[in-house]
């Protein structure tokens, strides 16, 4: 019988914390447990406190998680929650994704000052972003418009937005919708046209491996339509190699028991592109996202990936 509260992870930011909050939530209503089973625990990490530069610069994706797993590793924590797209493809030894939380919309929201929509914005025009793939993306469609690293807190990049520093900014819906602010939205990005990072819109659970205890407490909010999803836009990723210095896209869909992704590699300048598309039973998820990002590769020879390096 657990008598002390779970443990769980967390970043600071708003929707850190809001992500946290929800997972609590699900896993109270799942168990019947009161609040004060749960303790969420705020940690900063290096993402957070780093703001100045592109991830690519110091460190990728890992930043955001590093000090949350030397807790996890310590035992100082039961669980970390996280935002699957921050997840690198390769985990530090002992732990494990657990449990993933019913998706939100996956598509990246754009946000003008100067005008509604991405097309309508005048030549010359300034976006910020910190994304490779969202710079990738607009510079794909737009290539006369001017794009700016923009990083920081939602609320940052907002109040950056409305000071002018930049006629427009991207963000992902999924965040905006968590933090009660999707009315800032003046277009909704057409994942065909604009396909979100892997991963984007999901919320995960890391844990340690073989730890029968929390992973029983986790099964019980795990969604197996994200979860299979996910597991293969990972895989994708990891078979590119998939870093903050690559512009990746791709998402999955799972309908019954079948599986379709879209998966999509740029230049950075948006003018070379190579895409990809599989199916196939759910069951093969992972599988299904390795043989895509092996055929994107192959597609694109090794000139291709000689510019991220």
């Known amino acids: ?18 992500q946290a909050s929800e997972t609590r939530a699900r896993l109270m209503a799942a168990h019947g447990l009161p609040e004060d089973m749960f ?17 690519a610069e110091v460190g990728g994706k890992g930043l955001f998680t590093l000090e949350l797993e030397e807790q996890l590793l310590s035992g100082a924590l039961d669980f970390a929650v996280h935002s699957s797209k921050d997840m690198p493809t390769t985990l ?14 996956f598509r990246d929201a754009f946000i003008g000052r100067t005008a509604p929509s991405l097309m309508a914005l005048p030549d010359g025009a300034k976006i910020g972003s910190s994304s490779l793939r969202r710079q990738a993306l607009i510079r794909r469609r737009r ?6 690293t923009f990083r920081g807190l939602v609320e940052t990049r907002l109040r950056k937005l409305q000071e002018g520093q930049v006629d427009a900014t991207l963000l992902a819906l999924a965040g905006l919708n968590r933090l009660s602010m999707g009315d800032v939205v003046t ?7 604009f396909p979100p990072a892997p991963a984007q819109g999901a919320i995960c659970v890391e844990s340690r491996i073989g730890d029968r205890r929390i992973l029983d407490l986790l099964q019980a909010i795990n969604d197996r339509p994200t979860s299979d999803a996910v597991r293969c836009e990972r895989a994708f990723l990891s078979a590119l190699d998939g870093s903050c210095r690559t512009p990746i896209a791709g998402f999955a869909t799972c309908d019954a028991d079948h599986l379709r992704f879209s998966g999509l590699i740029l ?13 196939g039973r759910r069951q093969d998820a992972e599988a299904l996202g390795r043989k895509a990002g092996e055929t994107v590769r192959a597609a694109a020879g090794p000139d291709f990936f000689a510019d991220w390096t």
């Open 1 to 18: 019988m657990q008598t002390k509260p779970f443990r769980i992870g967390t970043r600071g930011s708003p929707l850190a914390l809001a």
């Open 39 to 55: 303790e969420i625990v705020v940690l900063s990490t290096a993402g957070d406190r780093i703001t100045d530069r592109p991830l």
């Open 92 to 105: 530090p030894e002992g732990l494990e994704l657990s449990a993933f939380l019913p998706r939100e919309d």
């Open 143 to 148: 290539p006369d418009i001017s794009v700016v």
């Open 187 to 193: 277009e909704y990005m057409d994942p065909e046209e």
């Open 267 to 279: 230049t950075p300048d948006g003018q070379q592109e190579h895409a990809v598309e599989v199916s």
